[in-house]
């Protein structure tokens, strides 16, 4: 009877979790202790696609905060819409169909996203910087250039997606090996300027151009100063018409994916040219106003010297 041949066993296995680079674990809330808990179930947010880029912004303008995801390829973003506002504790719900946002093509690979009011109206447009982790061929290991998407806004529920081939070209049309973008209006002319990081590439700077209708484009742009809170602010929140139109932007750091964009957080106004109140929301939960904020230029607000 032959010998059963005896197994040879090498190093066991062994295992890394990655459940954060897929983004399992994903929302985490301050317990107001000094700790974090993860929500992403009970906050309707838990996911496990390879998530990459992330803007934060209230992009239905209802009062709360909304999350972009930009994932890798076969999956289109995820709008986050958060319900927080309406109904009185935090969740999200998807809002890529309802908005259109599943229409770009899926053979993209996401990475920076960021809101940007390309028309000075107040309403936020999404730009997405794309560029694939393969080669385009496989004889060559040049990794396959994508185009980025700017996504328009028609109505608080739909963006329309720019066809191949629109006139006038505009430099996203270019095919690159997206990475990252920062956001920030680097001249200050109330257009948002976009400095875009390529892949082995030289780096873009993307100048935003003033909309041809600047009667109904205004603008305000307004960095905050921490005094008695972190001196960049990072984590406080404007709130433009805290009696109106209660529009949020956030003060962050590390945002879309390898940049951080300017601390100076703009909003488009439209037609109007009356000086607005904003309400500083500092980290730590006190609350400050600044009134009698004149249009089309920047300001500086300093923690403290509000009422
Ligand atoms: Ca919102
Ligand atoms: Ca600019």
Request: some cysteine; aromatic content about 8%; charged content about 25%.
């Amino acid at each position: 009877m032959a010998k059963r041949p005896t197994r040879v066993h090498g190093p066991a296995s062994r295992f890394t979790d990655v459940s954060e680079e897929m983004g399992l674990a994903f929302a985490h809330q301050h317990n107001r202790e000094g700790r974090f808990e993860d929500i992403s179930d009970k906050a309707w947010i838990a996911q496990s696609r390879g998530s990459m880029g992330i803007a934060v912004a209230d992009e239905d303008r209802d009062g709360d905060l909304d999350i972009v995801c930009t994932h890798w390829v076969g999956d289109v973003p995820a709008l986050y819409r958060n319900g927080m506002e309406r109904n009185g504790r935090l969740f999200f719900v998807d809002a890529a169909s309802k908005t259109g946002i599943d229409l770009l093509p899926r053979d993209l690979v996401g990475w920076a996203a960021g809101f940007v009011d390309t028309t000075g109206s107040g309403d936020l447009d999404l730009l997405i910087i794309n560029g694939h982790t393969n080669a385009a061929r496989f004889e060559d290991a040049t990794l396959a250039p994508q185009k980025g998407y700017l996504l328009t806004r028609k109505s608080r529920n739909g963006y329309a997606i720019r066809p191949p081939g629109t006139s006038p070209a505009e430099p996203f049309d270019e095919p690159l090996v997206g990475r990252s973008a920062a956001f920030s209006d680097l001249d200050h002319d109330g257009a948002l300027d976009v400095l875009v990081g390529v892949n082995n590439g030289q780096a873009r700077i993307w100048k935003g151009v003033r909309p041809p209708n600047e009667e109904n484009a205004h603008w305000i742009e307004i960095e905050l100063v921490g005094s008695v809170t972190n001196r960049d602010a990072v984590g406080s929140v404007l709130v433009l018409d805290p009696e109106g139109m209660k529009r949020l932007e956030t003060v962050a750091s590390g945002t879309s994916f390898f940049a951080t964009s300017s601390r100076i957080r703009q909003f488009g106004l439209g037609s109007r040219t009356t000086p607005v109140t904003v309400e500083v929301r500092w980290p730590g939960g006190y609350r400050e106003l600044f009134a009698n904020l004149g249009v089309n230029r920047v300001h500086r607000l300093i923690e403290g010297s509000g009422s």
